[in-house]
Structure formats: C-alpha cells, structure tokens
C-alpha cells in the first residue's frame, strides 16, 4: 500500500502551540518561528513551493502573487474570517481554494464591541488613566467625570450577521434600542427576540441613532461605506464603534468631525492603515475624545484555539480529496 506524502503547509506567523503541535503531527508544517511578517517575497516564495500555504489578516495576497503561485498550490487556508486580504476570484481563476474560519470569533468580538459601547460614553480608560498617569484625584463630586446614560440610547447596527446579532443581544440586556442596517432584513423571529427596528436606508438610521456599531465584512461594496457625507449625517452626541475593518470608515473624515466636535466620540480597534495609526488619532486618544485598541477583539485564547481546528480540518478534508466545508467563493463576497 502506497502512503500518501504528507503535504507542505507554510504558516505565515506563529500560532498557539498546541495548533502548531497538531499541524506537526499532520503535515509536514513550516513555521513562522519569530512571528515576523513575511514579506512580499516571502509570500511569493510560500505560493510557489507550497501544497497549503496558512496566511493571516497581516498577509495581502493579491492576484498577481497567485499568478506566481506553483503546480503544487491546492489551498490558501486562512487563519481568519474575513478574506478581503485575498484575491479569493484570482486564486478560484487558477482552481485554488480558499477557506477561513468561520462562527469561531462572533461572541468574542461582540464581547469586545460591547466593551467598547461601554467604555467610549461612561469615560472608562479616562477615568482609569487618572488614577495611574500621575495625576492626583481629589476625591469623589457628584460633577466630575460625567459620562453618558447606556440606557434607553439607540443602538444602530451596521451589518447584522453572526458579529452584529450577538452584540445585539448583548446591547438588549444593557437597555438599549437595537436598530440595524443590512443587506437582507434578518429573519422575524430574530426582529422579535431583539425588539430590533429594520432601516432599509442607511443614511436615515445613521441621522437618528446614539451609538452606531460597524460589523460588516471588509469588501469592495463596503470600502468607505461611512463615507464623509454619511458621518456627517450623524447627530452631535453620537458615538461610533468599529471591531469589523478599518477601510469600512472614511478615517480621515471621523478624525475632522472628533476635532470639530461634530461626534461626541469614537471607539476603534480597527484602522484603515493598520498597524500604522493616524497620529491625529493618537491625539484625539490622548485627549480622551476616542478610545484605541490594537486589533485585539478576537483576541481570546480559545478562539485562536478553535481557529487553528478549522484551518486543520479545511486541510485535511480537501488532502482526502473532499470539498473543504469553508471554502469561500467569488460569488458570495
């Protein structure tokens, strides 16, 4: 009986050590042992020599690269949900899949929203800054640090899927309105279970809501979906949260309505340049007009965890000449 040859797969960075563990035992796996990001050559080298190459948000593999890609390429096996760092129609154009992580990050990045729902208007980092930047506090006074009421607020969604409905559910429980916007209206008993109100136009939910939360995927129709024009919409007092993808917001235009004043604040772990950051952004931080996080919504060790199981499993079923079951294709993006 002839043994199959186990087939190269290349990590793009380092992953928790009881995945990388189980790739070891599977696979003839290449690691990332000092977690610094490949290159574009280093990416271009992967594709060619590869069976699977694993990348992650960090890694941007666009059509060009895949047409460098070698015979050997079967799989792009992304570490993640969104692709929108891969040409997933190039790679469909040379019959590689593409696979990511689905339904394993949806409670821990809701988890995440509503830390910021929470911290941007109750003025938590502000406050918790106080007591270890240096600065004396001189007690409690029934005038200081005075943020805003969650109760009764209105909540509006932008992108009610797996991420969206679950802080929704969460929001509910802290007494706010839900309110949504989205490409298909979710199903009734959802609408019923969240008291949630479908806006068919976004400009109009915009013009009315408290907070608004972004959890739509990062795709061409979305790119600067809040444009400008459709900040502006906003009221005065209004908040914005965005745990989805930075390029979904025109950032330079967010950054002028903090500085005028025209939104009362910002909650971000996203960036449209990520990693680097607008230093105006880092000012506002430094004021305490916004709060910054580091990308880290899904940043949970069991769904790392539950992410490296899907990349095995997408691996395995498509070497044992199967479908795998998270293969993303053109035509749903």
Same mark, same amino acid.
């Given at each position: &009986?002839?043994?199959? @040859?186990?087939?190269?797969? =290349?990590?793009? +960075? ?8 189980r790739m070891?035992?599977? #696979?003839?796996?290449? !690691? ?33 690269m895949i ?7 079967? *799989?792009?096996?992304?570490? $993640?949900?969104?692709v929108d ?11 590689? !899949? ?19 729902? *929470? ?7 502000? $406050? ?16 200081? &640090? *005075? ?9 509006? =969604?932008? $992108?009610? $899927? ?6 929704? +559910?969460?929001?509910?429980? #802290? ?8 490409? +298909?209206?979710?199903? @009734? ?11 068919? %136009?976004?400009?109009?939910? *915009?013009?009315? &809501? ?7 995927? %990062?795709?061409?129709?979305? #790119?600067?979906? /809040?444009?400008?024009?459709? /900040? ?38 996203? #960036?449209?340049?990520? @990693? ?38 997408? =691996?395995?079923? /498509?070497?044992?000449?199967?479908? @795998? ?5 053109? %035509?749903?993006?």
């Amino acid at each position: &009986m002839t043994t199959r @040859p186990r087939p190269l797969v =290349i990590l793009t +960075r380092r992953l928790p050590e009881a995945t990388q563990a189980r790739m070891a035992e599977l #696979f003839d796996a290449r !690691f990332n042992v000092d977690d610094t990001p490949f290159s574009q050559p280093q990416l271009v080298a992967a594709l060619r020599e590869a069976d699977v190459v694993v990348p992650t948000v960090t890694d941007r593999i666009d059509r060009a690269m895949i047409e460098q890609a070698g015979p050997r390429l079967k *799989l792009i096996a992304n570490y $993640g949900n969104g692709v929108d760092n891969i040409d997933v129609e190039a790679a469909a154009a040379r019959s590689i !899949f593409v696979t990511n992580t689905p339904n394993v990050l949806s409670e821990d990045t809701a988890d995440m929203t509503m830390a910021l729902i *929470l911290a941007v208007p109750r003025r938590l980092v502000e $406050g918790g800054t106080r007591l270890t930047g240096g600065q004396d506090w001189p007690g409690w006074s029934p005038t200081w &640090m *005075l943020g805003r009421r969650l109760g009764g607020k209105k909540l509006g =969604i932008l $992108g009610m $899927g797996r991420i969206g409905t679950a802080v929704a +559910r969460r929001a509910k429980a #802290f007494g706010l309105q839900i309110h949504y916007h989205n490409r +298909r209206r979710v199903d @009734p008993r959802t609408e019923a279970e969240l008291g949630a109100t479908y806006w068919e %136009s976004l400009d109009r939910m *915009l013009a009315n &809501m408290d907070i608004l939360s972004v959890n739509c995927p %990062s795709t061409p129709a979305t #790119f600067h979906l /809040l444009s400008a024009r459709r /900040l502006a919409l906003m009221q005065p007092h209004a908040f914005v949260v965005n745990t989805a993808r930075g390029p979904v917001i025109d950032e330079k235009a967010l950054v002028r309505l903090l500085e005028q004043e025209k939104l009362g604040g910002a909650g971000l772990d996203v #960036f449209e340049e990520e @990693p680097a950051i607008d230093r105006k952004l880092l000012r506002l931080a430094e004021a305490h007009r916004v709060v910054l996080l580091p990308h880290m919504a899904s940043a949970t060790l069991e769904g790392r965890l539950d992410m490296g199981e899907k990349v095995i499993i997408n =691996i395995r079923t /498509l070497m044992d000449d199967h479908r @795998p079951p998270d293969r993303v294709l053109p %035509s749903r993006l």
